[in-house]
């Protein structure tokens, strides 16, 4: 059984930093590709980026490209999101999942598990 937890949430000014990290059990990931959403309240949950276990290739959106980077610790089995120059936009809660067979990254269908999420508040 595949499981995920996330943390790193919280509240921050505008302008500054929060790390989130994706704890995973359960199985062997090094062919999975690990995403990152999010979702603010009255909004569908987005793509906000992704990292392939195998080779640590990243992907962004381009609302956070510059800004945030994923990372991984293989020894760990945990992924990483650095979110620099955080914006009130940014205010979601951000969720970890982990594919599989990734092909697409931004979709958020092609995942098959998801943590259970962490808060990031932005304030101005």
């Known amino acids: 059984q595949v499981h995920l937890v996330e943390s790193g949430g919280g509240l921050v000014q505008a302008g500054g930093s929060l790390r989130l990290s994706c704890a995973a059990s359960?199985?062997?990931?090094?062919?999975?590709?690990m995403g990152w959403f999010r979702q603010a309240p009255g909004k569908e949950r987005e793509f906000v980026a992704a990292?392939?276990?195998?080779?640590?290739?990243?992907y962004y959106a381009d609302s956070v490209k510059g800004r945030f980077t994923g990372s991984r610790d293989n020894a760990k089995n945990t992924v990483y999101l650095q979110m620099n120059s955080l914006k009130p936009e940014d205010t979601a809660v951000y969720y970890c999942a982990a594919d599989p067979s990734p092909h697409t990254y931004s979709n958020s269908h092609a995942y098959d598990y998801w943590g259970q999420g962490t808060q990031v508040t932005v304030s101005s």
């Open positions: 359960g199985r062997t990931f090094s062919n999975y590709g």
């Open positions: 990292i392939r276990w195998t080779d640590g290739s990243t």
